[in-house]
């Protein structure tokens, strides 16, 4: 298997995860994590060390969390509700997004995270049943950009990285791409829902791209399409991987076409996070594409995972645990009320 595959996985103990898999990251879900909060973090770490001594002895893994606060927190089991990106935004402004980034990396790194899928650069629109809803700070691209800025700013100081997510924005869809491919047929609004990334975009920056039709994606979902990923012309740069390739925007397409379209699309790795069957699947067909398209990619990866902080293998200090867990409840209970 290849190392540009990022992979969902079951299990909680390193044994119970194949051995042959051999990917160049790793993306726990709450399938891997033991809901007591006594016993769960300090397990959670040993897998991930137990995975990273199996597979990341010459570089290390990046190993993500989805862990935004709010609707999609996987650490929800062991820290309690926390505000979502929306209250943050409005209730705290730059400050509470940057101060909350820097208090997920904290707890992210003490579990041998580096990095979180977050955070969300979508603008916010009120229709129910996308899937984004108050995981958007906003619906000004500006305040948008700021929100999402403060938080990488936070997070990112920590040494964990972060993830703008979902370009080119799923502001205005009307169904969850989770489930079915949403649409946008207003150039003014992909317009608007792209400001938020063109601010934000670097060279190095992961960008997440969303399964979403425009009317320039020719049918296909923007995260297959390289006029929506490493053409997009909204000038927007960065290392960029599609969503999950098992989610409902792309499974109408065969595991060959969705990775042969990823790679030309300009993708550095391929997220596969909901089967085993959809890991080895991907990994097949990724087998089965042109070198010319692959060995780049790959460079690209090791000089990425190069610059990821090694991680601290050994148990978990169940003393920093337990400050940093009363650390997020006092500040969930400052906006939670």
């Known amino acids: ?9 079951d299990g909680l103990d390193p044994e119970a995860v ?7 990251g790793l993306i726990p879900f709450g399938r891997n994590l033991d809901p007591d909060p006594d016993q769960g973090p300090a397990r959670l770490k040993r897998l991930i060390d137990g995975l990273q001594a199996r597979w990341g002895a010459e570089l290390p893994l990046a190993v993500a969390l989805d862990q935004e606060g709010g609707a999609v927190s996987r650490l929800k089991p062991w820290v309690g509700e926390t505000p979502t990106f929306k209250a943050l935004w409005e209730q705290g402004g730059p400050n509470a997004c940057e ?3 820097r208090l997920w990396g904290t707890g992210l790194r003490l ?3 580096n990095v979180d899928f977050a955070p969300v650069a979508d603008l916010w629109s009120g229709i129910e049943g996308t899937g984004i809803g108050n995981r958007a700070a ?10 999402a800025g403060a938080f990488l700013h936070g997070l990112e100081s920590t040494g964990v990285r972060g993830c703008l ?3 080119p924005g799923l502001g205005g869809t009307q169904v969850d791409s989770h489930q079915a491919l949403p649409e946008l047929r207003d150039d003014v609004t992909l317009r608007r829902n792209s400001l938020p990334f063109v601010a934000l975009s670097n060279d190095d920056r992961l960008v ?7 009317p320039a994606t020719g049918g296909l979902p923007a995260s ?6 490493a053409g997009n012309p909204w000038g927007v740069r960065g290392r960029f991987l599609p969503d999950d390739l098992e989610m409902g925007g792309c499974t109408d397409w065969a595991w060959e076409d969705r990775v042969r379209l990823c790679l030309e699309a300009g993708h550095e790795w391929l997220l596969v996070c909901q089967s085993e069957q959809g890991v080895r699947a991907c990994a097949e067909a990724l087998s089965r594409q042109p070198k010319t398209l692959v060995l780049p990619l790959l460079e690209r990866n090791r000089a990425m995972r190069k610059n990821l902080p090694w991680p601290q293998p050994g148990q978990l200090d169940l003393g920093d645990w337990k400050a940093w867990v009363a650390d997020v409840r006092i500040a969930s209970g400052s906006l939670l009320g």
């Open 224 to 229: 297959l399409h390289r006029g929506s990923v």
């Open 208 to 214: 997440m791209v969303a399964h979403v039709k425009t």
């Open 165 to 167: 997510k979902h370009f």
């Open 138 to 147: 906003s619906g000004d691209p500006a305040a948008v950009a700021r929100a």
């Open 99 to 101: 101060a909350w980034g």
């Open 18 to 24: 194949p051995g042959d898999l051999a990917p160049g």
């Open 111 to 113: 579990l041998g995270f």
């Open 1 to 9: 298997m290849t190392p540009l595959l990022w992979i969902g996985f």
